[in-house]
C-alpha cells in the first residue's frame, strides 16, 4: 500500500517551491496545459506530459509519451517507474522531489513553503497563530513624539484620513475630513477648505478663486479669511507655499487640491501661535490635499456611473414595456389559445423547441414568449436569421473568433451561443443553414464545448435553442440538404404557427392593437377602423401574415386624412398566399396547364419581381422570404 503521507515538492523556477500532499486514490497530472494539477513553466513540457499515481505496492510515475520525455534521478522513465523516498523526478527545468513524512520538517525543504491543491489533491494542515478583526493602525495613535516618530505618526493620520475620505458621500463631507486631518497633523489653530460647489463631468480649465465656494471652515464658523493673492498663488501655480509674517516666522500654509491633475481648490490652514510650521508640515499637507483630490476624483466618477446607470435604467424600462407591446400575443382564436398553452407547458422546461410556419406569422414572438415563461427570462434572449449570411460569416456569428482568424477579424468576438449564455438562442430560417455548420451546431445542442473561429480554447455555455422556419425540414432531409440526426433532435417540441388567413378572429384584435400603438407613435388622433375596413380586413387572405397586417395599418395611420380608417385607406395587395391554389392555372386566369411547383414558383416570383418594377427588396417583403432567400433564387434560374 502506498505510504499515506506521501508528497512532492515542486521547485519551479518560474512560480517558485510548493509542496503538494497526495493521497490515496489522487491521480496528478503534470503538465503545461493550465488544466493540469501540477502546472509545469517550461516551453519543453509537452500540455499533458507525466502523471504520479498510486499502486497497490506504491506511488508511481509514469511519461504520458511526451515530446521530451521524463527522468527519475537522471534515468529516462519507460512505462511505469515506482518513486522510492527521496527520488527526483525532472521535466525540464522543473525537479519534483518525492518524499515521505513531514515534507516541512526535512532538510533542504523551506518552511515558507505553501501548498497548492489540486481537484484530487488534499492540502496541508494549518495552525492559526493569531487573529484579528481589525487593524489597530487605524486605532487613533499617541501624538507623543517619543513614542511614534514623526514619519509613522504622518503615515498612520495619511492612512485613517484614505479610509475615511473612501466612505465619504459629498464634496463637504471630503473637505471636513482634510482640514481636521490636517490641522491636526501640524498643530495649526484653523483653516478653510475651497472647492467648486458642484462637480462637474471634469475638473474646470481655468480655476479662479472667485468661483470657488467656501465648503468647510475649522473652527466653524472661522473668522477672517486668507489673503487672496495666496489663494490665486496656489492656483495659478499649481503649487503649496508656506507663507511668512512681518518677523519671517511662517504664519500660514496653503496647497492646491488637485482633480485630475489640475487644481480645484486650497486648503489654507492658520499657524498656530504656539508653533511655527515647518516644510516638513506643508509636504503633510500636500499629502492630504492629494487624497482630497483622489477622493473627489472617486466621487465625481461615482456620481457620473450613477447618472449613467440611472439614464441607462430608464431607458431599459422603456425598452422593455415597447419590447413586452411588441411580444404581446393578441388575439382570441382557438388556434393561438392552443400556442399559449403549448408554450405555457414547454418554458418550464429544457427542451428544445422548433417553431415552423409562413414567414410574417409571429414566429420569433412565440420564441421571445417562451423565453419570458421560463427561468432564463432573466437572462439574454439573441436572435440569429440563419438565411441573412454566408456560410463563413453564420459560424462566425454563432461561435465567435479569435483576432486574425480571417481577413478583418481585427479583434476577438464572441458569437452567439456564447451572449446568450443562461438565456434563449433563438435561430430563425434553421433550414438554410449549411451541412458543415450543422455539424458543428448538433454537436452543442448535445452539450459539447466548441471553439472559437481561429481559436484552440474550449467554450462551454448553457443555452436554450429555439429553431424557427418556415421550410419543410422533411423534404429537405430526405433531399439529403438538411442532417436527418439534426432534424430529430430539434423536433423535441413542435409549436406549428397558423398563417393569419387561417384565424380570421385574431384579425380585428390585432389591427386595434396596431392602431393604438401607430396612433400614439405618430401622435395622430384616429379614432378606429371603418365597418367596411374591417370586414375588408376579416376577408382578406393576408398572403404576408401579421408583419403584412402591421405595415398595412402603420401605413394608414401615417397617410389617413380622416380620423375614422377607410377600406381606401387599408391598402390590401392582390398577391396570393403561399397556402392559396388555383382551379384556373397557375397564378393566372387561363386553362389549367400541369407544371412543377419550382416552374410555378419560378413564374410566380418573376412576375411579383417584374409587378414593382425590379425592386428586390420589396419583392422579397411581397413574397415573405429574405431578400438573401431571392438572390439565391434568381441565380440559380439564371443559370438554367
Known amino acids: 500500500m502506498p505510504a499515506p503521507d506521501s508528497y512532492l515538492v515542486v521547485r519551479d523556477p518560474v512560480s517558485g517551491e510548493v509542496v503538494v500532499r497526495l493521497s490515496t486514490g489522487a491521480r496528478v497530472v503534470l503538465g503545461r496545459a493550465p488544466t493540469s494539477d501540477i502546472v509545469v513553466h517550461d516551453e519543453r513540457a509537452s500540455r499533458v506530459h507525466a502523471e504520479v499515481f498510486a499502486t ?38 522543473v525537479e519534483i522531489g518525492f518524499g515521505h513524512g513531514e515534507p516541512l520538517a526535512r532538510e533542504g525543504v523551506s518552511g515558507t513553503i505553501t501548498g497548492t491543491l489540486s481537484r484530487d489533491v488534499a492540502g496541508p494542515s494549518v495552525t492559526i497563530a493569531h487573529r484579528a478583526s481589525r487593524s489597530n493602525l487605524l486605532d487613533a495613535i499617541s501624538r507623543s513624539a517619543d513614542s511614534v516618530p514623526r514619519v509613522g505618526r504622518a503615515a498612520a493620520d495619511l492612512c485613517r484620513l484614505a479610509f475615511a475620505l473612501a466612505a465619504a458621500d459629498d464634496v463637504k463631507a471630503i473637505a471636513r475630513l482634510s482640514i481636521s486631518s490636517a490641522i491636526e497633523g501640524v498643530a495649526a489653530s484653523g483653516g478653510l477648505v475651497f472647492l467648486p460647489g458642484r462637480l462637474g463631468d471634469a475638473p474646470p480649465e481655468h480655476p479662479s478663486a472667485q468661483a470657488l465656494s467656501v465648503a468647510v471652515s475649522v473652527p466653524d464658523p472661522w473668522v477672517g479669511l486668507p489673503p487672496h493673492g495666496v489663494v490665486m498663488t496656489v492656483i495659478e501655480g499649481n503649487e503649496a507655499v508656506l507663507t511668512a509674517g512681518d518677523g519671517g516666522a511662517a504664519r500660514a500654509l496653503a ?16 499657524a498656530s501661535p504656539r508653533r511655527s510650521p515647518t516644510p516638513d508640515d506643508l509636504e503633510f499637507v500636500m499629502a492630504v490635499c492629494d487624497a482630497a483630490g483622489v477622493a473627489i476624483d472617486n466621487l465625481a466618477a461615482r456620481e457620473l456611473l450613477s447618472t449613467r446607470l440611472a439614464t441607462a435604467a430608464d431607458e431599459n424600462e422603456r425598452l422593455r414595456r415597447r419590447l413586452g407591446e411588441d411580444s404581446c400575443m393578441i388575439g382570441a382564436s382557438p388556434a393561438l389559445q392552443g400556442i399559449i398553452g403549448q408554450v405555457q407547458r414547454v418554458a418550464g422546461t429544457k427542451a428544445t423547441v422548433l417553431v415552423r410556419g409562413e414567414s410574417g406569422a409571429g414566429k420569433e414572438l412565440i420564441a421571445r414568449a417562451i423565453h419570458d415563461a421560463s427561468e432564463r427570462r432573466g437572462g439574454p434572449f439573441v436572435c440569429l436569421n440563419c438565411a441573412a449570411l454566408s456560410e463563413t460569416l453564420l459560424e462566425s456569428e454563432l461561435f465567435g473568433h479569435e483576432k486574425g482568424a480571417f481577413t ?30 450543422q455539424a458543428k451546431f448538433l454537436r452543442v445542442l448535445e452539450g459539447h464545448p466548441f471553439e472559437r ?7 462551454q455555455v448553457d443555452v436554450r435553442v429555439v429553431a424557427a422556419t418556415n421550410r419543410d425540414l422533411e423534404k429537405a432531409v430526405a433531399a439529403g440538404s438538411f442532417r436527418r440526426d439534426l432534424y430529430f433532435r430539434l423536433k423535441v417540441v413542435e409549436i ?24 400614439a407613435e405618430t401622435g395622430r388622433a384616429i379614432r378606429g377602423f371603418t365597418p367596411e375596413a374591417l370586414e375588408a380586413m376579416r376577408t382578406y387572405h393576408w398572403p404576408g401574415n401579421i408583419r403584412e397586417l402591421r405595415n398595412v395599418v402603420e401605413r394608414a395611420v401615417v397617410l389617413a386624412q380622416d380620423e375614422w380608417l377607410d377600406v381606401a385607406d387599408v391598402s390590401l395587395s392582390h398577391l396570393a398566399s403561399a397556402g392559396d391554389t388555383d382551379k384556373s392555372g397557375i397564378l393566372g386566369t387561363g386553362p389549367f396547364v400541369p407544371t412543377t411547383i419550382e416552374e410555378m414558383e419560378r413564374r410566380h416570383v418573376l412576375a411579383t419581381l417584374e409587378a414593382v418594377g425590379g425592386n428586390k427588396t420589396k419583392a422579397a417583403a411581397i413574397l415573405g422570404i429574405e431578400r438573401s432567400t431571392l438572390d439565391r433564387k434568381l441565380a440559380k434560374w439564371a443559370k438554367v
Not at 480645484?264 to 492658520?270: A, D, K, Q, S, T
Not at 473561429?453 to 467554450?459: K, P
Not at 406549428?496 to 396612433?519: G, K, N, Q, T, Y
Open 56 to 93: 497497490g505496492s506504491g506511488w508511481v510515475v509514469r511519461d504520458l509519451e511526451s515530446r521530451n520525455g521524463t527522468t527519475v534521478n537522471g534515468v529516462a522513465v519507460k512505462g511505469d517507474r515506482p518513486l522510492a523516498n527521496g527520488d527526483l523526478i525532472r521535466i525540464g527545468i
Open 255 to 270: 496647497a492646491p487640491i488637485r482633480w485630475q491633475g489640475r487644481p480645484v481648490g486650497v486648503l489654507y490652514l492658520e
Open 408 to 437: 478583418g477579424a481585427t479583434e476577438r468576438k464572441i458569437g452567439k451561443f456564447e451572449a446568450a449564455h443562461c438565456g434563449t438562442l433563438m435561430l430563425d430560417e434553421i433550414g438554410e443553414m449549411s451541412p458543415a455548420i
Open 453 to 459: 473561429v481561429g481559436g484552440s480554447g474550449r467554450v
Open 496 to 519: 406549428l404557427v397558423p398563417p393569419l388567413r387561417r384565424r380570421p378572429e385574431d384579425v380585428e384584435p390585432l389591427a386595434r392593437h396596431f392602431l393604438d400603438r401607430f396612433s
